[in-house]
C-alpha cells in the first residue's frame, strides 16, 4: 500500500470513529442522565473520553504524515506510537474514573440513600444499539489497522472492541435493574470499567514497545536468517537489529565473509542483501549492512560499515 493511501486510510477510520463516538457520547450520557441508568451514563463518559483523544490522535495522524527532514531522516511514522499512548492514558483515566462512580453508587444502594429505581426503555435501547454500532466499527476499523500497520489505528480497534463490551455489560445491567435488582445496574458500570482499564494498558504496552525498538524479535529475526540462507558469500549472520518507525522497519545486518573477497565482491553481497529483505519483507523501508571476514571481530572502533542506501 503506498504511503499517501495508508495515511488517508488511517485518518479516515479515525475521523470516522471520532463522529460515531461524539454521537454515541451526547446520546448515552444524555439518556444515562434522564433514563436514570448508572451503566448507560458511565458508558457515555467513556464515549466522551473517546472523542477526546479522537481529537488529539487526528492531530498525531496528521503530523506523522510529514515527510523526512533533516532532523527526522526516517520521517514521523513514530507519531502513530505515542498517539496511541495518548488512547491508552485517556482509556485508564476513564476506567478509574467509571470505577470509582459505581462503588459511590453501589455503596448509596447499601446505604438506602439512593433514589435510582431502574432505567427507562429508552436508555435499554440506546445502550443495545451501541452494542451493534461497536461491532461493525470495531470489525472494520480492525480491518484497516491490519492493512496500514498504523499503530493508532490499531490502538482505536482496540477500543472499540472494548467499547462492545462495556455497551454490553451496561445493556445487561439495564436488563436487571428493570427486573427489579437495581444493584447490577451500577456494578455492570464498575465491570466495564474494568474491561477499559485491561484495555488501556495493553495498549501503552504495546505502543511502548514500539518506542523501545524491542524489534525485530525472534520471528522477524528468523524470517531474515531464512531469507539470507542461501545468499552466495555469507559465511554467517552475526547480528540483527531492528528498528520501527511507525509501521515501517529499519534493519542493521552485520554478516561475516570470506577474508580474502574483493571489495566489490562484498558490496554484491551487501546489495543483494538489501534487495531481498526490501523485496520480501513487509514495511521494510531502508537495510543497513555491515560486512567483514569471518571469525575476525575487529575492535568496534575499526568497524567500517558497508552501508547499502
Do not use: C
Request: charged share 15%; proline share 4%.
Amino acid at each position: 500500500m503506498e504511503a499517501d493511501q495508508r495515511q488517508k486510510r488511517g485518518i479516515f477510520a479515525v475521523h470516522l470513529g471520532l463522529a460515531a463516538n461524539t454521537i454515541l457520547a451526547l446520546l448515552k450520557t444524555g439518556i444515562g442522565v434522564i433514563g436514570h441508568s448508572p451503566a448507560l451514563l458511565a458508558d457515555g463518559i467513556n464515549s466522551t473520553s473517546d472523542v477526546a483523544y479522537g481529537v488529539v490522535v487526528s492531530i498525531f495522524m496528521r503530523l506523522s504524515g510529514k515527510p523526512a527532514d533533516r532532523e527526522h531522516p526516517y520521517g514521523h511514522d513514530r507519531l502513530e506510537s505515542i498517539a496511541a499512548v495518548v488512547i491508552g492514558a485517556f482509556v485508564i483515566t476513564t476506567a478509574i474514573s467509571i470505577f470509582w462512580s459505581a462503588i459511590d453508587n453501589i455503596y448509596e444502594l447499601y446505604r438506602g440513600r439512593s433514589e435510582f429505581t431502574g432505567a427507562s426503555q429508552l436508555a435499554l435501547w440506546i445502550a443495545a444499539a451501541t452494542v451493534i454500532v461497536k461491532i461493525v466499527l470495531s470489525l472494520w476499523t480492525r480491518e484497516i489497522g491490519r492493512q496500514t500497520q498504523n499503530n493508532a489505528v490499531i490502538a482505536l480497534a482496540a477500543d472499540h472492541r472494548n467499547d462492545i463490551f462495556s455497551a454490553l455489560a451496561a445493556t445487561i445491567g439495564i436488563v436487571f435493574g428493570r427486573m427489579g435488582y437495581l444493584w447490577v445496574d451500577p456494578l455492570a458500570g464498575g465491570l466495564v470499567s474494568l474491561i477499559i482499564l485491561h484495555t488501556g494498558i495493553e495498549i501503552i504496552r504495546q505502543a511502548s514497545a514500539d518506542l523501545m525498538d524491542t524489534l525485530p524479535g525472534q520471528n522477524l529475526s528468523r524470517q531474515i536468517e531464512e531469507l539470507l540462507h542461501n545468499v552466495p558469500g555469507i559465511e554467517h549472520i552475526e547480528d540483527i537489529h531492528g528498528h520501527r518507525f511507525g509501521p515501517y522497519l529499519v534493519v542493521n545486518i552485520t554478516v561475516g565473509v570470506a577474508p580474502d573477497i574483493t571489495v566489490a565482491e562484498g558490496d554484491r553481497i551487501a546489495t543483494e542483501i538489501e534487495d531481498i529483505l526490501l523485496n520480501q519483507v513487509d514495511f521494510m523501508r531502508r537495510v543497513f549492512v555491515h560486512y567483514h571476514p569471518a571469525n575476525q571481530q575487529p575492535p568496534a572502533e575499526a568497524v567500517q560499515p558497508g552501508l547499502v542506501p
